[in-house]
Nanobody, 123 residues
Framework: HVQLVESGGGSVQAGGSLSLVCTGF??????MAWFRQAPGKERESVGS????????TYADSVKGRFTILRDKPKNALYLQMNSLKPEDTAMYYC????????????????????WGQGTQVTV
């Protein structure tokens, strides 16, 4: 297990940008991911980074606006959020795990073992 810590949340006007960072991953982490949860809603995937893949995978709702970057030496994962909308308001969480091999497993919160405490983003 790993202990994940998110930082970088805050308040921003619509159209603005924020950058989140999550630290604490290990070299053995298979998949690193960002999720978010708005009040009264289920936790939903923002995107993930599989260590053996070609790059990040994104949820349709954030494609073209959000970018996930991995800093391998620092075992950190970044979430650059541009063109923010009010509907992006949520608590954002990073997660680590080894999702099962079925289509869309990276989007499923139950497939992840370790979670950060969350950081609030308000647009």
């Amino acid at each position: 297990h790993v202990q994940l810590v998110e930082s970088g949340g805050g308040s921003v006007q619509a159209g603005g940008s924020l950058s989140l960072v999550c630290t604490g991953f290990s070299d053995r982490t298979h998949t690193m991911a960002w999720f978010r949860q708005a009040p009264g809603k289920e936790r939903e995937s923002v995107g993930s980074f599989w260590k053996y893949g070609r790059g990040p995978t994104y949820a349709d709702s954030v494609k073209g606006r959000f970018t996930i970057l991995r800093d391998k030496p620092k075992n950190a994962l970044y979430l650059q959020m541009n063109s923010l909308k009010p509907e992006d308001t949520a608590m954002y969480y990073c997660a680590a795990g080894n999702p099962s091999l079925y289509e869309g497993s990276w989007k499923v919160p139950a497939e992840y073992d370790d979670w950060g405490q969350g950081t609030q983003v308000t647009v």
